[in-house]
């Protein structure tokens, strides 16, 4: 058993499992921004290295973009193209679009939670539900650690996008070959507003 999973536990009801918690959590709903409370929602006790480790995990996984970067720049025209497709797929949910562009064994992350998800129909199936009973997001596009990264908004009914959480992609060839998802309080490291206006 792996450190994290040794002090790790869900309390969950029968309304209430695991990847539904996921689910909230990387829709935003849920603020997980101190430690006490990341401790009572996972179960975790007080000396557990994942709350040892929750703001260093964030801190030291991104570096913020240099201030004087307001457009981020594509390192490739190919860049330019399949960060392209990933927008137009994830705004408009087309689950089909997004999987094409995924490498076989892609992986997905969340620090500073220990979720993760590995392979193709994996990850698919974890973003059908996040597109699941009609959500739409908005994504605007940043830089993080020199890759491609997008703020993430999902659309209230008053047409207000709020934010949902910060993507980085990692990719291979003319495929993303990995994505990690931070928590929405990092937005603002990098000049993203936590909502946007309705459209």
Not at 8 to 35: A, K, M, N, Q
Not at 81 to 104: C, M
Not at 138 to 164: C, E, K, M, W
Request: hydrophobic fraction near 40%; charged fraction near 20%; charge should be positive.
């Amino acid at each position: 058993m792996s450190p994290a999973s040794s002090c790790f536990s869900f309390e969950t009801s029968p309304t209430t499992s695991p990847l539904r918690i996921v689910e909230l959590l990387h829709l935003g709903s849920w603020r997980v921004e101190d430690t006490t409370y990341l401790g009572r929602l996972f179960n975790l006790s007080a000396h557990s290295p994942l709350l040892d480790s929750h703001r260093a995990a964030n801190h030291s996984s991104l570096r913020r973009p240099s201030s004087r970067a307001s457009v981020p720049s594509a390192s490739s025209p190919a860049e330019d193209v399949l960060v392209a497709k990933f927008v137009r797929a994830w705004e408009s949910a087309d689950l089909g679009a997004l999987v094409a562009l995924l490498t076989d064994d892609v992986f997905m992350s969340m620090p500073p939670m220990p979720f993760e998800y590995e392979g193709r129909d994996v990850v698919a199936r974890f973003c059908g539900g996040l597109f699941g009973a009609g959500r739409r997001f908005d994504l605007v596009p940043t830089r993080a650690n020199g890759q491609p990264a997008f703020g993430a908004y999902v659309r209230a009914p008053n047409g207000i996008s709020h934010g949902a959480g910060l993507y980085v992609l990692a990719i291979s060839g003319d495929r993303i070959c990995a994505m990690t998802r931070f928590e929405n309080s990092v937005l603002t490291w990098f000049g993203l507003p936590r909502s946007l206006p309705s459209r």
